[in-house]
Nanobody
Framework: QVQLVESGGGLVQPGGSLRLSCAVSRNIFSINSMGWYRQAPGKQRELVARITNGGTTYYAASVKGRFTISRDIAKNTVYLQMNSLKPEDTAVYYC???????????WGQGTQVTVSS
């Protein structure tokens, strides 16, 4: 069974930091990229950051310079370090993996991030 298990969400004050982790089960083969999306209430899910198999990273303009995506290949885990958090970063954050020749999408269950004083 394919599993993406996220952790690290929570409540943080504006300006604070959080690190999200996503452990990917080892029965997903030929991973092409790993990423993080988020969905705020009443809004569409949006791409936050992505890292390719070759290590190339992409960031949404709204998080560039504040968020960092990384991965530990040995642990099959992807991370999202979030600094200088703002209230508008509040959302459910989802881990995503694209794999195989068809770039099939796999999703985590989501973890809530709330930025509030």
């Amino acid at each position: 069974q394919v599993q993406l298990v996220e952790s690290g969400g929570g409540l943080v004050q504006p300006g604070g930091s959080l690190r999200l982790s996503c452990a990917v089960s080892r029965n997903i083969f030929s991973i092409n990229s790993m990423g993080w999306y988020r969905q705020a209430p009443g809004k569409q899910r949006e791409l936050v950051a992505r890292i390719t198999n070759g290590g190339t990273t992409y960031y949404a303009a709204s998080v560039k310079g504040r968020f960092t995506i990384s991965r530990d290949i040995a642990k099959n885990t992807v991370y999202l370090q979030m600094n200088s958090l703002k209230p508008e970063d509040t959302a459910v954050y989802y881990c995503n993996v694209r794999a195989g020749p068809s770039n099939d999408d796999y999703w985590g269950q989501g973890t809530q991030v709330t930025v509030s004083s």
